[in-house]
């Protein structure tokens, strides 16, 4: 009797251990950031923000300036790179799951975040949570590139939806 009770009690022991150890994978509270910079010649400056909330959600949170008042597309692309002036170097939308491009409910390209739409100051405030937005393993968005728009992603032309050129690129760069 006296053997089974403290063998029980280092059982409940190790058992309330592996749970206090054992974090999921997707650790909710990793959070990494954009930088957004502005492509030759336009202005545009802000961050987008992405937040691991508890299971699979993501919140998604941008701010940004000197955009034209109006819709533009807004997505995540496949290369961390916004080298080249005009920011082709980060390459197409980010679509590890080979999908086609559409709007963001239900899941189409892991990129597609819709448009961002800016009031008459060209100031833009875009907030969502979703679904199919990873932040760790092989379909991580972190390390890739976030892309505004000049013009709106119309959700339905391939491959882009048509959203014109590249007005701002940040690197998605992981925070905690
Ligand atoms: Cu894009
Ligand atoms: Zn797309």
């Known amino acids: 009797m006296r053997v089974s009770s403290a063998a029980l009690i280092v059982a409940v022991i190790?058992?309330?251990s592996l749970v206090v150890v054992y974090q999921p994978a997707q650790a909710a509270g990793k959070t990494a950031v954009a930088e957004m910079k502005a492509t030759a010649g336009?202005?545009?400056a802000g961050t987008v923000?992405?937040?691991?909330?508890?299971?699979k959600q993501v919140k998604v949170t941008a701010h940004l300036t000197g955009l034209?008042?109006?819709?533009?597309?807004?997505?995540?692309?496949e290369k961390g790179d916004c080298s080249a002036p005009d920011a082709t170097s980060a390459g197409g939308h980010?679509?590890?799951?080979?999908?086609?491009?559409?709007?963001?409910?239900?899941?189409?390209h892991m990129g597609d975040?819709?448009?961002?739409e800016a009031g008459p100051d060209g100031m833009a405030h875009y907030e969502t949570t979703v679904d199919f937005v990873e932040m760790e393993g092989p379909?991580?968005?972190?390390?890739?590139?976030v892309i505004v728009h000049a013009d709106p992603d119309d959700l339905k032309s391939q491959p882009t939806?048509?959203?014109g050129g590249r007005q701002a690129c940040g690197v998605i760069e992981a925070k905690k």
Do not use: R
């Open 49 to 55: 923000t992405f937040e691991q909330l508890s299971g």
């Open 14 to 16: 190790v058992a309330f």
């Open 161 to 163: 939806g048509n959203a």
């Open 42 to 44: 336009n202005k545009v």
């Open 139 to 145: 379909n991580s968005v972190v390390g890739k590139a």
């Open 94 to 108: 980010f679509n590890p799951t080979k999908k086609e491009h559409g709007e963001p409910s239900p899941m189409h």
């Open 68 to 77: 034209k008042p109006g819709k533009h597309g807004f997505h995540v692309h």
């Open 113 to 116: 975040l819709g448009n961002i």
